[in-house]
């Protein structure tokens, strides 16, 4: 069993309750920054332990929070980033409401490192239930002290809200989702200014994810130090992994980064393997945004060495032959599913969810996923497949924000790993147009040949 | 449906009919307005449109946007753009009970199509269309983030997970019998504080 | 203040600090200038979003002299100090904006020969200067509901590329906006939402604004194409504005009134409504000379004194397809 930081109590009964949360030990992270710690000493804990963002990025929050500006006489914003929307990805509404205490810790800790007297948890809309979740047990932590006018007795003072928003995935890029926290349209920034200089309010502002906030928790309370402990190299301490698809049993597993990947899916502890005795044929594992990986290189690498559940590993062979940790939304296909329609799938989501403000994503989203309808149905032909990368390519890194990307690299990696179903769908639109073709006749990923020196 | 793109736009003259929420509504609003740092009371919209909509049968009409502009001291257009941008604001009326089923990939690959048709047939509805008795709507959405119970729906603030037939149909069987209009949110206004 | 030295397909300038690439390209000439479709430098927050103006930072500068890892967007990065830049010498900077291209007109309806903003469309420069010759987009083009945005501005709303540029007129030229952008994604457009009229005495920049045929002036509607057109600096005495203006002219007669436009096709002032819309007759001007049109377009082709020479009636337009 791998150890457990953030869901340690999740088996706990009443462990949403305040009563039960701090008997098992919560709060104590605030005792301790507040009485003991600076709020740089609880920044130096935090680079210490080498956490990195848990909502996709992967960047250390440590540094992240070095950069924020401190001028004086502005205020300064903590924003949690509770607008999970990447496909795939359901670990941090898990958290939240199961033990929304430790994100409330989190968030008291955290603004205290960071300076903030007013913090923001922006949820997605479509988490109302959870909203009322947080809002209750912010309350509970007004009412016990660990929230308002001088906590603890230290002159700390801090308000914590929580926003709901109106539903739009682009509200997780952090500028959308300040602009949107502004009562706006959730149109991403255009950087510079980053948030560490001009944030919400034009006010230096850090921006964190749910698991993130909640990881600063057992940061301080046991040191940056031991939590660096856990994990492989730059990889480091525990991450939720939501699970989902066709295995055994899908949910959030919290793992020990370096867990190898064969490990998570097939055993007993955590997926289970695939469901009903069926082979894997892909496996997208970091959320709906990253390469999409077939059978053969989802538990080794393109090197043959077993492939692990880390930053770092996931991403060996970079996009020829890897894939990203993202969100850790990990997704299994089984040999039934049709990829064409699975990356169709992705397309609509990223179409529908562009917020159009520049012109590549804007205009290139929806191309690509007509183009795909059409391949999926089975009127496309030959060159609509080369049709998609050169679509693809031209959004890719060409717009304000990452949404371009998230939606150009899964039609890429579909197509870099399938082209012989995309293919298939142009050469035999009488055996595709039922949409449960693969049911009939499954179509496995090809492994190329090995090269030879 | 991805052949014909228009935008969807209601289009109606302003006409400022006597809109009015209810005080409890209202209370709220002016709280929810007092979240934000002096001058930036603009940053409670999307909450306050929310209740908006929970005030005004599901949905906001023109005049209830200008109704909630004036609320806000905001240019009507302001509140347009944003209601406009976000797909949990209904701008057209919906049935009582909105079904919103995921179709995004965890879902779809277990079953969402299924779930719709289902529905469908059962309601004798197409997606997006509402029952003739104006109690259900049938709507898509994307990816809620409960991918570990796909496939699944939302009906106000409720998560169904894991659904089946026998789910589906007990859902509608209570959703009926409630008469559901508790709008999206199923507020509880007194924990807005 | 000490400049900052800025290389740009190979031509060095220094300029002040604070300046984008783009104002520091355009000082160097119209060679190495990249295009700019939302960029506007009198409207503040304009620029970044029709990404046509993205070059490549090749050299971040003399401190940090590492490469900037994607193509930036021109006229929202600050030049600093001994950076390097490639834009028509780069072929990814060119097939990136080709790229772009593509994407603005593949639903652009394409209806030149019946829009007003022919002959001065820097959407048609951009294709032609920028794009490939044939598109590759083969579904049906985009529509919108058609709406009336008052008596004296035409909104078409299929040619709009959302540069964003009215909507910064309307807040920062002109109290209490009625207009903004509406929806999401790619059926975002420019909108009144309800039947309202765009009426203030500066709405009219909106048109001079705009790069497209989105905005165009219903007192010149199907009057006359550009380029048959004088067009004349003049100025006149105005309580609202500056009253400097070019008139446009067949004969003896006003057919519009438009702001002055630099070679970047930006106004140099801008005008109110009344001299836009109103001042028709010869008599409201003092005319100073011709006006010199510094754009490529087919109106810089304009021959004063030319003797083919045709206006077309309003009654041999395709008004049908228009109504």
Known sequence: MGRKLLLTHDHVEGIQGYTAYRANGGYRSVEKALKKMTPDEVVEEVKKSGLRGRGGAGFPTGMKWSFLAKPDGVPRYLVCNADESEPGTFKDRYLMERIPHILIEGMITSSYALGANTSYIYIRGEYFYVARILENAIAEAYANGWLGKNILGTGYNLDLYVQVGGGAYICGEETALLESLEGKRGNPRIKPPFPAVAGLYGCPTVVNNVETIAAVVPIVNDGGDEYAKIGIGRSTGTKLISASGNINKPGVYEIELGVPVEEFIFSDEYCGGIANGKRMKACVPGGSSVPILPDYLVCKTAAGEDRLMTYESLSDGGFVSGSMLGSGGFIVYDEHQCIVRNTWNFSRFYHHESCGQCSPCREGTGWMERVLHRLEKGEGNMSDIDLLVDVAKKIEGNTICPLGDAAAWPVAAAIRHFRHEFEYHVLHPDKIKDPKHGHREPIMPVKPEPVTA | ?193 | MSLLKVTIDGKTIEVEPGKTILQAARQIGPDVAPPAMCYYTKLKTSGGYCRTCLVKVTKGSEKDPRPMPKLVASCRTTVMDGMEVQNYSSDEVVEARKGVVEFLLINHPLDCPICDQAGECHLQDLSYENGRSKSRYEFKRRTFEKIDIGEKIQLHMTRCILCYRCVKVADQLTPGRVHGVINRGEVAEISTYIQNAVDNEFSGNMIDVCPVGALTDKTFRFKSRVWFLKPVDAHRDCDQCSGKAVVWKYGNEIYRVTGRKDQWGEVDEWICNTCRFEKKSPSDWVEEGPRKINRHSVIAQNHYGSKTRFVASPESLPQKQLS
């Open chain 2, 1 to 193: 449906m991805a052949e014909v793109i228009q935008g969807t736009r209601a289009f109606n003259p302003s006409t400022r009919a006597g809109i009015k929420f209810s005080d409890e509504a209202l209370k709220t609003i002016e709280a929810l307005m007092k979240r934000y740092p002096e001058g930036k009371h603009k940053s409670a919209l999307l909450p306050v449109l929310h209740v908006a909509q929970a005030e005004s049968d599901g949905w906001l009409s023109p005049e209830v946007m200008d109704y909630v502009a004036e609320l806000m001291k905001l240019q009507s257009i302001e509140v347009y753009e944003v209601a406009s941008f976000y797909s949990m604001y209904n701008l057209k009326p919906v049935g009582k009970c909105v079904l919103e089923v995921c179709r995004t990939s965890s879902c779809w690959t277990r079953g969402a199509e299924d779930v719709i048709d289902y529905i469908g047939k059962k309601l004798n509805i197409r997606e997006g269309e509402t029952s003739p008795d104006g109690m259900f709507t049938l709507k898509t959405v994307e990816c809620l983030g409960a991918c570990g119970g796909a496939p699944m729906l939302q009906c106000g603030a409720e998560y169904h997970e894991n659904l089946t037939e026998a789910k589906i149909d007990s859902l509608i069987e209570r959703y009926r019998s409630e008469g559901r209009r508790k709008s999206y949110t199923d507020l509880d206004y007194q924990n807005t504080k």
